[in-house]
């Protein structure tokens, strides 16, 4: 896939649904087939408009969840209640429809392996996804830098990729993967029970010292505490970049 | 002012910031007239519940830029931004 | 909560005490925001600019309501009055959150929302209308949601 070019005034251009997979309950990944992609960078989203018979226009913005070396193009998208949006790309989206995209945007939290590392990402519920096109990018790349993940969810069965992270923290030079389950945990859980905080960050994340490049994503409080806590242990305040999904999430 | 769970970022309106400026923006540089800070757009603090978009220095949270769309036009308010950068196109 | 004039006299004051001390109204509405979406069947609970207004002599035409953090939206005087127009404190039986415009909001929901200034701080009263701040952006002057007047123009 060519590095993507983010240049220039973008248009609108259809993909056509190839595969859909659901992550959760909740959330489901978009796999598209776009002809004349440009190709994107970790990171990066797309705008999706949905127009309606009537001609009634919706669009709303998704992070792009592929990395920039896959051959297809996914979207993870999280229903969320009354997203009138959402609920149709959750609910209503078949094999083989088409969706009008326009993208890749986004130039600030975006990660390449020439950015070096090590690489943080701190992800809270859907604010996982441009952090897995991140740590895709990172596998794909087989960069020799440390990429460690902190994911917050509900429970166990909120986990969005879950297989796939079970898998690459087994590989070679694979990420470490520390999940954080708030809500419940399934029998025999050894792991974080509670919200990222400062105490569980002084223990998970790369010391300030060997000059980590921070990225975090989620819901807006959950995004600025953690900023917050990571300055606070001595990250520079340039290196923490924050994506901000709102009060409940993208 | 507005709530700050509402709130989001700079990479949340790149899409219209995309339709006025022609190019990408949330990786264009911005400094606060208020603060003085230098931030990436991306960074700056958003906020979209409203007729147009309010963008927010997120150091001292002067307004630094308006965005109004309406029919066939887009009205931008400059605010407390003291500049703005864009990388130049290649 | 102030009212002024349109030299920014002051005319009437209320602290949030004695503010809480004028009778109020339990107001059931549905509210139509400018990006297309409408919320039926709101409830709120305040008190009426008619009851702020009363036994007031002035000669205003219109108002601006004015907020923290400099935020305008002009109204014309006579779609606050007659029951069509109040200062909220409480939303759905609680306490009006900061989200919400909470302390306290313009509520006037024959119009477009943007006009339902959060966190107002008072009227102006005026005898001629100029634009707010989304009306200097291009939204319509007045707003009428039933004839969609979202822009200037409209």
Known sequence: ?????????????????????????????????????????????????????????????????????????????????????????????????????????????????????????????????????????????????????????????????????????????????????TRSQPPGWTGYT????????????????????????????????????????????????????????? | MDSDAMRVDGNAVSGILGEVFFQEMTAARIACGGCGKVEAVGAEHVYTQAPGIVMRCCHCDSVLLVVAHTEQTYRIGLGKARWLELAEER | MTLEDEMGVELRRWSWESFQGLASDEIRADIHCVTKWSKLDTTWEGVSIDTLLDGLDHKATHAMAFSEGDYLTNLPLEDLLDGKAWVVFAYDGLPLEPEHGGPARLLVPHLYFWKSAKWVRGLRLMDHDEPGFWESYGYHIYGDPWREQRYAGD
């Not at chain 1, 009537?54 to 969840?65: E, K, N, T």
């Not at chain 1, 090590?118 to 809270?124: A, F, M, N, S, V």
Request: glycine residues 10%; negative net charge.
């Open chain 1, 194 to 250: 509670r919200r990222v905080d400062s105490q569980m960050l002084a223990e998970t994340a790369w010391p300030a010292s060997s000059m980590p490049s921070a990225f975090i994503c989620g819901p807006t409080p959950f995004v600025e505490s953690v900023a917050a806590a990571l300055v606070i242990l001595g990250y520079p305040p340039a290196s923490v970049k924050t994506e901000r999904f709102g009060p409940t999430g993208g």
């Open chain 1, 1 to 181: 896939m060519a590095r993507a070019a983010v240049r220039g005034r973008l248009s609108w251009v259809l993909g056509e649904v190839v595969e859909l997979i659901d992550e959760t309950s909740r959330v489901r990944t978009i796999v598209l087939d776009v002809p004349d992609w440009p190709g994107h960078r970790a990171g990066q989203h797309v705008d999706v408009r949905l127009t309606a018979e009537d001609g009634y226009q919706a669009q709303r913005s998704y992070s792009i969840a592929s990395a920039p070396e896959d051959e297809r193009l996914s979207l993870t998208v999280e229903g969320i209640p009354d997203g009138e949006v959402s609920s149709y790309l959750v609910g209503e989206l078949r094999v083989g429809d088409m969706l009008e995209l326009r993208g890749p945007v986004g130039g600030y939290f975006v990660w390449d392996v020439q950015m070096g590392g090590p690489l943080l990402l701190i992800g809270g519920g859907s604010g996982v996804v441009p952090l897995m096109s991140m740590l895709r990018h990172h596998q794909a790349s087989a960069a020799m830098l440390g990429a460690r993940l902190l994911y917050s969810s509900r429970s166990w069965d909120d986990v969005i990729y879950r297989d796939e992270l079970e898998r690459v923290t087994s590989s070679t030079n694979g990420p470490e993967v520390v999940h954080t389950l």
